[in-house]
């Protein structure tokens, strides 16, 4: 698999998926989330909120009208589908820095790390559904606990991601300054 990902690994890959990225962020911040917030008593969906805490969960889940399981459910679509790109964007990005460093920067296996957060994604958007399409006079602690112990290290993740990026980016940039010119021998 990481094989493929090196080989895939191209700066036009690399700027179709950033693009995809950001058609997905227009139709999400221009459709969804409007249609979100207007069955949702103007509140922005679980899984975009930090801080977010079991009094914020239960003061929402009070507020929500009618049609907020059909706009939880496009919600969460959207932004597994877009949280997918964002990880797709991170090892394609990683392995052609890679690629372009004169020295080895890391091993492939931390190719693997954006991954986490689309597992992340998946269990807490499928929580905040239980959340969502269970009685609001119903408190479910259990649900809302786990989920927002996920949802917290989904966005730690989401800043070691970034981190990684930067550092591979500074790293790249370094060597390259510093690696001898070939083919110009004066």
């Excluded at 909120?49 to 706009?71: D, H, K, Y």
């Amino acid at each position: 698999m990481i094989a493929m990902v090196r080989r895939h690994a191209t700066a036009r890959n690399v700027i179709a998926v950033l693009a995809a990225i950001g058609v997905l962020a227009l139709v999400s911040h221009g459709l969804v989330l409007p249609a979100y917030r207007a069955v949702a008593s103007g509140f922005d969906p679980f899984g975009l909120q930090l801080p977010l805490t079991r009094a914020m969960v239960a003061i929402q889940r009070g507020a929500f009208g009618p049609g907020i399981e059909q706009a939880s459910i496009c919600f969460v679509a959207i932004h597994v589908f877009s949280q997918t790109l964002v990880a797709g964007f991170y090892v394609l990005f990683w392995a052609w820095m890679m690629s372009k460093s004169p020295r080895p920067l890391a091993r492939g296996a931390l190719l693997l790390l954006p991954l986490l957060a689309v597992l992340c994604v998946l269990v807490e958007d499928a929580g905040f559904l239980v959340l969502v399409f269970s009685d609001s006079h119903v408190p479910r602690h259990d649900v809302t606990t786990a989920t927002l112990i996920v949802h917290r290290v989904r966005f730690f993740l989401g800043d070691v991601n970034l981190a990684i990026t930067l550092t591979l980016a500074a790293f790249t940039i370094y060597f390259r300054s510093r690696a001898p010119a070939v083919g110009n021998v004066e």
